[in-house]
Antibody
């Protein structure tokens, strides 16, 4: 079955750019949207944005000015860049596959998540 | 923007009892509503999609209902492994955006 694995630096300095990659295994990336979701410690889930296998993107308006996503289906991975980070961006970052059927949309599966701490 | 509100924030239930969790949308989402279970140190796990369809491998004691703005997740007979945080999630077509409820923590009584 499809599995996702996040990777990237666990520590980022304030004002710098957070960069993460999600590697997809066990299936094709084609014809799916792929999302990034984050969760500050002890808090709820926030959708950051998504990228289609063909490259089109949608971002959460609250983060849009700082987010860039890219995809490389030949390498079976997609990436997140979040610029000008502050301590408020400290969170566990998850990648997930979006499934869409009959006007319903959900995430399955999810990666295990990676903790990113913003600190000098 | 559609806001999802879950209630209660936390719920104490005895093993074997029924648990009822609620999720309300600030405007209609039809049946575009999913439920997830998250245990400490784990990523969320899909339970229900389309408001009432169990995901593959999810036990029958989990059921979802509702449409429009009011949704319910029911766990009919709580097992020890069911104590976790539960989130609802909706998708808005335009502009495309997902939002989650703030979560309900299900605790052992």
């Amino acid at each position: 079955q499809v599995q996702l694995q996040e990777s990237g630096p666990g520590l980022v300095k304030p004002s710098e750019t957070l960069s993460l990659t999600c590697t997809v295994s066990g299936g094709s990336m084609s014809s799916y949207y792929w999302s990034w979701i984050r969760q500050p410690a002890g808090k709820g889930l926030e959708w950051i944005g998504r990228i289609y296998s063909g490259g089109s993107t949608n971002y959460n308006p609250s983060l849009k000015s700082r987010v860039t996503m890219s995809v490389d289906t030949s390498k079976n991975h997609f990436s997140l860049k979040l610029s000008s980070v502050t301590a408020a961006d400290t969170a566990i970052y998850y990648c997930a596959r979006e499934v869409a059927e009959a006007s319903d949309n959900w995430f399955d599966p999810w990666g295990q998540g990676t903790l990113v701490t913003v600190s000098s | 923007e559609i806001v999802m509100t879950q209630s209660p924030t936390s719920l104490s239930v005895s093993p074997g009892d029924r648990a009822t969790l609620s999720c309300r949308a600030s405007q209609s989402v039809n049946t575009n509503l999913a439920w997830y279970q998250q245990k400490p140190g784990q990523s969320p796990r899909l339970l229900i999609y389309g408001a009432s369809t169990r995901a593959p491998g999810i036990p029958a004691r989990f059921s979802g209902s509702g449409s429009g703005t009011e949704f319910t997740l029911t766990i009919s007979s709580l097992q020890s492994e069911d104590f976790a945080v539960y989130y609802c999630q909706q998708y808005n077509n335009w502009p495309p955006k997902y939002t989650f409820g703030q979560g309900t923590k299900l605790e052992i009584k």
